[in-house]
Structure formats: structure tokens, C-alpha cells
């Protein structure tokens, strides 16, 4: 129960080494190894998605993956998601907008699949981005002025890919 | 250009840390030598505790203590205080912290383990070994009124509390009724799940005697005052923070067990103890709310004009009683809605059950009371042959007739008496957004796809801004800045913003200027809470007195400086100046230190130090009522009994608002809620009291893909009943969601002959209802 293990993982572009309980999930390995506290625990049961992180590129829920599992790859938290301290994700800047967030609990994992389903992509329709914001329960918003965010940074993405 | 006046469309101010995920939840905060704890909580609805082994528990290493309620017999004892005594209560039972020698439902908290981690404290709470004798246990509410089996040992029965309201001659009425309808109607028991759960961190500091809890609340001085009143201590010492709170919806303004034990424990071991409640405690030890049935009786006279309403209900107050009767008093008052009835007579058995307690959650009694009122209205519609929209325009209060006592009570014994508000605009243009009138012919071309199309309306009043105060300081700091300090906690409604805006507004400065604190006892000292959308209404008309004096104390403090009348001052561009003479002016900063002075210079004469000013607007009874009606069309697959909502409309009117941004964040988000309610929330137990839908695979919540496009409209009939002319906004969304809803999936399935008088309306449900017309 007890089995400790040495891991090495890429967190937001630093190289983290530690030694960790076998047992640990993710979450628990960003907010209380990492004090990464921006990643939530919403149910622990892998539904409402509020502990979202980016792995490798692909958005997953970090209190069903265990930070074993995690050794060798790539994360990143909400705190790793800003293109610099003071530029926000178009992302988030668009979320700021729309008034998609309201108490922000569930905020951080909506953004971290937002923002890995656009990075993969930014060409999305409607139905693609509603399909992603459906891994996440958010009990404040009702939806409607997330999806109006992602909809408006899927577009600026969109257009800022064409222009390179 | 300045940026946040009152009205203003404007980003919030809170958003940057939470979008940068360095805002702080309870559990985010960092505290040295900090234990935390896991409960022990009751796997039966009813028992009789024997005996608790805590030994195997205790030895598991990193415990650092167990306890159960003798262990804390030097601190403290009993029950936790009744929050809100209430004449009407018979039998007002609170809950130990820590149950004693019965348990009433499954999540009780019996024990705590306090250890270095979590995962500790988890481990060690499993090797808890408790011995239980299990007892009857009672979870309908009709049969817990019968009384045959008790949900608490030694009770003569299970009446919470017998309520009665209503006005006029109800017999009289009747007996002149042309027509008259009854029904039965069934609402639901359901969770509020917040995204955050629960959390509590304590900190005792032995020399002063002082405690410090950071809780989740939204009732930081509930939380200080009750749990000061429990440990003997005084509310000051008792110093109450609400951090960053993820969502309240309600339950989070009740004082929970956990808020007692966590620091008791915390003051037993004189160490920081913290515990974070995790989604299945949620599912069973947060206040929940519902079950009510109700058999009512509906009269109307020949032309469809309603004459009354007599219902009889049955209330399921869950095991113990958190929150007085605020929940049950709230699905009376707001009869007889939005219509003009000569009289209504309602009566309200209040039930213990063996199920999780309740308390309000968003909307509190008031969906319940649309959805009775709502249903009974669409019974005189169908049984006299009336389109349901023309039903409601011959029975709405007139805005002509403003102010319109009700002849409901309020809680002090005043009348009800709406402010403002224009019913019938409200309907017709939510009639409007949704192409009433286009809808036979929609529905028609659907049927021939073999599609079953329906559509509802409900209309509503809301009773907002609750008395009786929430203050507020505005405070000019020597740098210019402003702060606001008050008492009022925030969930994620946008307060600071709207404080913001209103105090920006009235000094002429910039809101970038301007710093909100609040929910913190030890920074101001007295509040209410964050419930029955009245924080703007409140708080809002606060921080805008307040604000108007800093104002008035800068003008006169100019004008004697300068030495002019204050008629040549004028607070411009955020400085205070010479009208007409921008180089002999102050800026709020300036003033500010004049008043703040050093030592040895005197202030200003007739001036009292500070320009900073505290005001507490009296909210009296006299509350301003908002309203509104939404329409709603579905799509209801008769093979499978789902049902899709198509195209949802709002018309609603809260009198003025501050920030249509978040007016409009406000009502989407409590629209969803109504639906998850009116289609997917159960909380469903067995007979013996065990809670089945304890997961989010269980219990279904709303998600993106199940809400269609909600198109809102504002109307406003500013409120007379506070300077702001504004009513709360926080509620109205979920208030008629599900009597909309369940009456547009009875119109899709008229062709069955259906009547649905209950929700949720679960596909299983549906398709029973179905099979039962025999069509």
C-alpha cells in the first residue's frame, strides 16, 4: 500500500522529479506535492471533469490517472496555460468575455479540453465543441456563455492559423 | 473613458484568478502544520448506536486522534443550536456534531479521524469498527405523516411543524365556481451539488482563545455566531472567512456538523485541522430538498377567471432541522403567484423522514409553489377548453393595480404586497420569442415526420431581497484607492463587480480603482448572508449610500479647503474640483489624507476622520418582487421517452439592472437548473432509507449537450422599494423552469391523453405513462 516510486514529469515546461506513493492520483500530486492548487476535485469519480489537465496533449481527468502513470510525459495545469504571465490563452480571454465562468471551480477543466481540443484543431463546428464542453459539469453557467467563448477563441485560433 | 457605471455590460472583476488558477478555494489555502480529517458517517438510515471501536483506527500510523462526541465533553455538549426557532416548529431536532446513541439517516457523522494526510485519515476512518442495533426507518412522506414508524426514537410522531396560510373565503368561492379542477402533485427531493463541495479548515490559537475557520459558506456570520454560541465563546473571537467559494446554490448557507467538529478538533490538538467534503459525503450529508406532494383544488367562473385555491401538502423535511422552516414558509408564500385569486387556503404538514435534511436550494419553496400554481392554472386551461396564454392574460395582476397586496402573510405579519411589474408584457413577449403563434403549424409538420412536439409556458413572482440588512463600508485609502468591505459572501454571482460598478458610478472614478473584500467576520462586523437573491438589492443599496457620503464628505471637504459653497464643487473625471477650474482640484486620495492627518494636525474642522462611510440599508418587509415568464417548446421521442428541449424563452423583469452581463450569467444558469430538475435530478432511496443515486452516473446533472439556445429579454419595472430600483436576479431562472417544461411535454404527448403532474419526467417515466393511456 505504502510502495514509493521515482517519477519524472514535464509540468507546464519544468522538469519535476519526485518520489511518489503508487497509490496517488494526478490531482493530488499537482495540489498537494506541486501546490498546483488551480487544478479542482470536483467528484473523484472521473464525471464532472473540473480536474482536467493536458497530458501529452490530450486533455484527461487527473483523479483517474495515477502520477505514476504520468512518469515521462508531458502536463499541463491551468497555472501552464497563459502564453505568458501577463497574455492570457485566447481561451481564457474569450471566457473573461462572455462571462463563461461564475464561481470557477469547474473553470480550470473546462479550459485545459478547450484548449487541447483547439490546439489539436482550431477548425471546429458547433456540435464538435458542445460534444467536448459535455465532459464537464458546471452548475453556474448553464453552458450557454461557455460555449459562446469557446466558439468565439475556436474562430480566432481558426483564423490565426490561416494567416501563418 | 471611465469604465463601470451602474448598467454597464462589463467584464468582471473577479475573473483574472480564477482563469489563471491562483485563486484560493478552502482547500487551497496553505496553513504550517496543518492535519486533516476524514468522518465516519452512518452506512443506516436508522440505528441505534451500541458501541464505537476506535482502537485499530487509532493505532494506524500518522493518526494523530479519533474522535467521537465524549471526546469533546470538556468543550462542549448537546445538540448543535436551532439556527431559525419558528412559533409553528413542534419538534425543532438539530443534530449532535457527532450522534451520540442514534443515527437518522445514511451520512450522520459519528466519528473523526484527524491524521497527517487524507489518505491517513481515510484508511483509519475504515478501521473505525461501530456496533449498530438498525431501527425502522421511514422515507415516503405520506407515510411518514401516518406515523406508524418514527424516524427519531422516542418521537410521539414525525411533525416537524403544521402550516397554515392564505386568505378571503375560499368556500364562498368555490361555491360560486363554474368550474373546478383537483390534481395531485409530486416534486421531487434533489441535491444542489455545487461544484465545490463543502470545506472547513480551523485554527485555534490557545493563548488568546481565538478561533479562525475558513469554511465554504455562504453564511460566514451564521457560521461564527452558532458556532461561538455552541462553545460558549463570543462572536468575536470567532473570526468566520468564506475564501473563494465554488458555488452555493443554497445548502452552503446552513451551519453543518462539520463546522463544529472540524474546530473542536482543531482546539482538542492545537493544530490547523482541515477537511474538504468529497462528492459521495456530498450526495449524502448536503442539505438537500423536496420531496412535497400536494392535492389541490382549483375554481374558476365561467369567463375562466380564477377565484381560488385549496391545497393541502406534504412536506419532507429530511432527518433533522438545519434551517428552521424557511424551506416549507417559502413554497406558501409566493401563492397565489402572478394572478389575482380572492382566495386561496393552503395547509403544509411538515415531515421528518429518515433521509438527508433539507434546506433551500436555488428558488427555495418558490419553484414548488409555481409549479402547483402553474399546473393548477394550465387544469382550468385544459378542462375549459382556453388556450393556456389566454388563461393567464385573463387572470395576471394588471400593472395598473401596482402595488398589489397579495393577502399572503409575510414572515412578520405584514401583507404581501408586489412593487412593480408588468405580468402581461412579460408574457407576451416571451409569446414572441418563441413564435407561440407558429407553433400549431410546427407541431403539425413534425407529426407527419412522425415527431411528437410540445410547448409550455409558466409564468412567476419572485420575493427577493430579504431583510433585514447587509452592510457595507466604502473606505477612500490615502493611495486614491477605493475599498468596499461588507459582510456579503459571494458563490461566483459577480458581487465585487457589481459593488464596483455601483460605487464607481456614484464617485465618478474608475472601477480599476476600486477593491472588494468581504465575507470575513473579522473585517466587518455584522451580515446576513448570501440567500433569497437579495445580495444587490441589499448589499448593492449599501455600498450606494455609503458611496453617496463619501461623496457628500469629499464635496464639503473641498468646498472648505477651497473655501466655496459646495454648490462650486464638482467630482469630475475622479477628482474633486472648482466647477469650471480643473487646476484647483483634489483627487479622492488627497482628501482622503486630510482626514486620515498625522500626529499633531488637527483635521478640518466639523470633519470626523476618514472619508469612508458604513450604511446598512434597512430592507423591510416591503421587498421588491420580480417576475417574469418563460415558454418553451420539446421534442419528446415517444419510443424511447426522451425528451429534447427544442428553443427556450425568457422574458423577465428584475427592475433595473447593474450588470446585464451577469443578470443574463444569472438567469441561464438557473434555467438549467430548473431542467435538470424538471427532466433528469433524482435522488432516489430504497425503503429502507439507502440512497441510490449516489454518483454522477446515477445522478444525471445537466450538460452542454442537453440545453438548446435560451433566449432571454429584460424588461424592467425599476423597484420603488430601494434607491437602486433593482430586485434580485438569482433565482428567477429555476423559479418556473420545470413547471414550463413538464407542461410542454404534457402538450407533446396530448395525443396520449397524458397528465403529468410530477418531475423529474425520466424517460422510464414517460414511457410508463405512455403505455398506461392504452394508446
Not at chain 2, 226 to 254: C, H, W
Not at chain 2, 572 to 587: C, E, I, N
Not at chain 2, 623 to 645: F, K, Q, S
Request: aromatic share 6%; proline share 5%.
Amino acid at each position: 500500500m505504502s510502495k514509493n516510486v521515482g517519477i519524472k514529469v514535464t509540468i507546464n515546461g519544468r522538469l519535476i522529479e519526485r518520489v511518489v506513493n503508487v497509490r496517488l492520483h494526478l490531482a493530488d500530486f499537482l495540489r498537494q506535492d506541486l501546490r498546483l492548487t488551480g487544478t479542482h476535485l470536483g467528484c473523484e469519480h472521473g464525471v464532472c471533469g473540473a480536474c482536467t489537465v493536458i497530458v501529452d496533449g490530450e486533455p484527461v481527468r487527473s483523479c483517474l490517472m495515477l502520477a505514476v502513470q504520468a512518469d515521462g510525459s508531458n502536463v499541463r495545469t491551468i497555472e501552464g496555460v497563459a502564453l505568458s504571465k501577463d497574455l492570457p490563452h485566447p481561451v481564457q480571454t474569450a471566457f473573461k468575455k462572455h462571462h463563461a465562468l461564475q464561481c470557477g471551480f469547474c473553470t480550470p477543466g473546462v479550459i485545459a479540453t478547450a484548449v487541447a481540443l483547439l490546439e489539436q484543431n482550431p477548425v471546429r463546428t458547433d456540435d464538435e465543441l458542445r460534444e467536448a464542453i459535455s465532459g464537464h459539469i458546471c452548475r453556474c453557467t448553464g453552458y450557454q456563455q461557455i460555449m459562446d467563448a469557446v466558439r468565439e477563441a475556436a474562430d480566432q485560433l481558426a483564423r490565426e492559423r490561416l494567416q501563418k | 473613458m471611465r469604465a463601470g457605471k451602474i448598467g454597464e455590460r462589463i467584464e468582471r472583476i473577479e475573473d483574472s484568478t480564477l482563469l489563471f488558477g491562483t485563486a484560493q478555494f478552502v482547500d487551497d489555502l496553505e496553513m504550517d502544520g496543518v492535519l486533516h480529517a476524514a468522518f465516519v458517517r452512518s452506512p443506516h438510515a436508522h440505528a441505534k448506536i451500541n458501541a464505537i471501536d476506535t482502537g485499530a483506527a487509532e493505532a494506524l500510523e500518522g493518526v494523530h486522534a479519533v474522535f467521537t462526541m465524549q471526546s469533546f465533553a470538556q468543550l462542549a455538549q448537546g445538540r448543535t443550536p436551532l439556527t431559525f426557532p419558528h412559533p409553528a416548529l413542534k419538534q425543532g431536532l438539530t443534530q449532535f456534531p457527532l450522534a451520540v446513541d442514534e443515527v437518522c439517516y445514511v451520512g450522520e457523522c459519528i466519528a473523526v479521524v484527524v491524521a497527517e494526510s487524507r489518505h491517513v485519515a481515510e484508511d483509519a476512518a475504515a478501521l473505525v469498527e461501530v456496533s449498530y442495533d438498525a431501527l425502522p426507518a421511514v422515507i415516503d412522506c405520506q407515510d411518514a405523516l401516518k406515523g406508524q414508524t418514527v424516524a427519531h426514537q422516542g418521537a410521539p410522531n414525525n411533525i416537524v411543524a403544521h402550516l397554515k396560510g392564505g386568505f378571503g373565503d375560499v368556500t364562498a368561492c368555490f361555491a360560486r365556481a363554474a368550474h373546478v379542477v383537483t390534481d395531485t402533485i409530486r416534486m421531487h427531493r434533489g441535491g444542489c451539488h455545487s461544484m465545490e463541495p463543502r470545506g472547513v479548515l480551523a485554527r485555534y490559537a490557545r493563548q488568546s482563545h481565538e478561533l479562525t475557520i475558513w469554511s465554504s459558506t455562504q453564511s460566514p456570520y451564521s457560521v461564527s455566531r452558532f458556532v461561538a454560541q455552541y462553545l460558549g465563546m463570543e462572536t468575536s473571537d470567532v473570526r468566520v472567512i468564506a475564501p473563494n467559494v465554488g458555488g452555493g446554490f443554497g445548502p452552503k448557507a446552513a451551519v453543518y456538523p462539520e463546522e463544529y467538529v472540524i474546530p473542536l478538533a482543531a482546539m482538542m490538538l492545537n493544530r490547523p485541522v482541515k477537511w474538504i467534503e468529497d462528492r459521495s459525503e456530498h450526495f449524502v450529508s448536503t442539505t438537500q430538498q423536496r420531496d412535497q406532494i400536494w392535492t389541490i383544488e382549483i375554481g374558476a367562473d365561467a369567463n375562466g377567471k380564477i377565484l381560488a385555491l385549496r391545497g393541502h401538502g406534504v412536506h419532507d423535511h429530511g432527518a433533522y432541522v438545519p434551517y428552521g422552516l424557511l424551506l416549507p414558509l417559502t413554497s406558501m408564500s409566493p401563492f397565489p403567484g402572478p394572478y389575482t385569486l380572492q382566495a386561496v387556503e393552503l395547509q403544509l404538514d411538515v415531515v421528518f423522514t429518515n433521509a438527508t435534511p433539507t434546506s433551500p436550494i436555488r428558488g427555495a419553496g418558490r419553484p414548488y409553489a409555481a409549479f402547483v400554481i402553474e399546473r393548477a392554472v394550465d387544469r382550468i386551461a385544459q378542462h375549459m377548453k382556453i388556450d393556456r396564454a389566454e388563461i393567464r392574460r385573463r387572470n395576471f395582476v394588471q400593472p395598473t393595480q401596482m402595488p398589489y397586496p397579495t393577502g399572503m402573510l409575510y414572515r412578520d405579519g405584514s401583507i404581501i404586497t408586489y412593487d412593480s411589474g408588468d405580468y402581461p408584457a412579460c408574457l407576451e413577449k416571451a409569446l414572441q420569442m418563441a413564435d407561440y403563434e407558429g407553433f400549431p403549424s410546427r407541431r403539425a409538420k413534425a407529426q407527419k415526420q412522425g415527431r411528437a412536439l410540445g410547448i409550455g409556458i409558466a409564468s412567476y413572482i419572485e420575493d427577493t431581497g430579504v431583510g433585514p440588512y447587509e452592510g457595507a463600508t466604502v473606505r477612500v485609502l490615502r493611495t486614491g484607492k477605493v475599498l468596499i468591505e461588507t459582510g456579503a459572501p459571494s458563490q461566483g454571482q459577480g458581487h465585487a463587480t457589481v459593488f464596483a460598478q455601483i460605487c464607481a458610478d456614484v464617485l465618478g472614478v474608475d472601477i480599476a480603482s476600486i477593491d472588494v473584500r468581504s465575507a470575513d467576520t473579522g473585517r466587518f462586523p455584522m451580515g446576513v448572508g448570501a440567500i433569497g437573491s437579495r445580495i444587490a438589492v441589499t448589499a448593492g443599496s449599501s455600498v450606494f449610500q455609503a458611496a453617496q457620503s463619501v461623496r457628500q464628505k469629499a464635496i464639503k471637504l473641498a468646498a472648505t479647503l477651497l473655501n466655496v459653497g459646495e454648490q462650486a464643487i464638482e467630482v469630475a473625471d475622479g477628482k474633486v474640483q472648482l466647477r469650471g477650474d480643473a487646476t484647483k482640484s483634489f483627487t479622492f486620495g488627497d482628501l482622503a489624507q486630510r482626514l486620515i492627518s498625522a500626529p499633531g494636525v488637527a483635521l478640518p474642522e466639523g470633519f470626523t476622520a476618514g472619508l469612508e462611510s458604513t450604511a446598512y440599508f434597512p430592507a423591510s418587509s416591503a421587498i421588491p418582487y420580480a417576475n417574469g415568464t418563460h415558454v418553451v417548446e420539446v421534442e419528446v421521442d415517444t419510443g424511447t421517452g426522451l425528451v429534447r428541449v427544442l428553443k427556450y424563452s425568457v422574458a423577465h423583469d428584475c427592475g433595473n439592472m447593474i450588470n446585464p452581463l451577469i443578470v443574463d450569467g444569472q438567469i441561464l444558469g438557473g434555467v438549467v437548473h430548473g431542467l435538470g430538475n424538471a427532466l433528469l435530478e433524482r435522488m432516489e432511496y430504497d425503503q429502507l432509507g439507502q440512497p441510490l443515486t449516489t454518483n454522477y452516473g446515477e445522478y444525471l446533472l445537466p450538460i452542454a449537450s442537453d440545453i438548446p439556445r435560451i433566449e432571454i429579454a429584460h424588461l424592467v419595472s425599476p423597484s420603488p422599494r430601494n434607491p437602486l430600483g433593482v430586485k434580485g436576479a438569482g433565482e428567477g431562472g429555476t423559479i418556473p423552469a420545470a413547471a414550463a417544461v413538464v407542461s410542454a411535454v404534457e402538450d407533446a404527448l396530448s395525443a396520449y391523453g397524458v397528465r403529468l403532474s410530477s418531475h423529474p419526467l425520466t424517460p422510464q417515466y414517460l414511457i410508463r405513462s405512455i403505455a398506461a393511456s392504452g394508446l
